[in-house]
T-cell receptor
């Protein structure tokens, strides 16, 4: 079956760096997404990795290791507005999963002053 | 450019009543998705449309849920009759094409409460 694991909750300090890990086991793989979701709002696209390595976009970076079934989202220079849930999602299009996009349960990130 | 528009934003109904949600995707996006998100969980796909064709509805509870996408643009998701367990946020998303690294654009969702 499809399985995506990420921590339920993390706490970090304003101005610091935090790394949110995601491990996955899917029958197919066609890329990994990270989304940010503020309470009561829609998920918004942050990053996409399909090849191994690091993708950097401003304060946010995302890393992928396909052989390990592992990804992380790195947030630098944390701001209070970064308090949100971060969703890891895998496109498992080759595995017959519905739509090819399976979401983890999300990591609730709390930023403290 | 307008994003994915959903309505209503909130809906409270009694169990056994019908309810409908509406979605208008981004112009030019051929692929449209309906997701359900329970509290503290990630979104789960209900149905995917390519233009007006439902190409993946394996996760849609067909005994009470139905959807349509007339003319390949707007879409409606219906529940009849609603049950207490249907309380969730119903998200619509669209993308230029399926399976590519473009990322989806989600609407703000409809928060359904069944009492």
């Amino acid at each position: 079956g499809q399985n995506i694991d990420q921590p339920t909750e993390m706490t970090a300090t304003e101005g610091a760096i935090v790394q949110i890990n995601c491990t996955y086991q899917t029958s197919g793989f066609n890329g990994l997404f990270w989304y940010q979701q503020h309470a009561g709002e829609a998920p918004t696209f942050l990053s996409y990795n399909v090849l191994d390595g690091l993708e950097e976009k401003g304060r946010f970076s995302s890393f992928l290791s396909r052989s390990k079934g592992y990804s992380y989202l790195l947030l630098k220079e944390l701001q209070m507005k970064d308090s949100a849930s971060y969703l890891c999602a895998v496109n498992d299009a080759a595995g017959g999963g519905a739509d090819g996009l399976t979401f983890g349960k999300g990591t609730h990130l709390i930023i403290q002053p | 450019e307008a994003g994915v528009v959903q309505s209503p934003r909130y809906k409270i109904i009694e169990k056994k009543q019908p309810v409908a949600f509406w979605c208008n995707p981004i112009s030019g996006h051929n692929t449209l998705y309906w997701y359900r998100q329970n509290l503290g969980q990630g979104p789960e796909l209900l149905i995917r449309y390519e233009n007006e064709e439902a190409v993946d509805d394996s996760q849609l509870p067909k005994d009470r849920f139905s959807a349509e996408r007339l003319k390949g643009v707007d879409s409606t998701l219906k529940i009849q009759p609603a049950e207490l367990g249907d309380s969730a946020v119903y998200l619509c998303a669209s993308s230029e094409q399926w399976g590519a690294g473009y990322g989806y654009t989600f609407g703000s969702g409809t928060r359904l409460t069944v009492v």
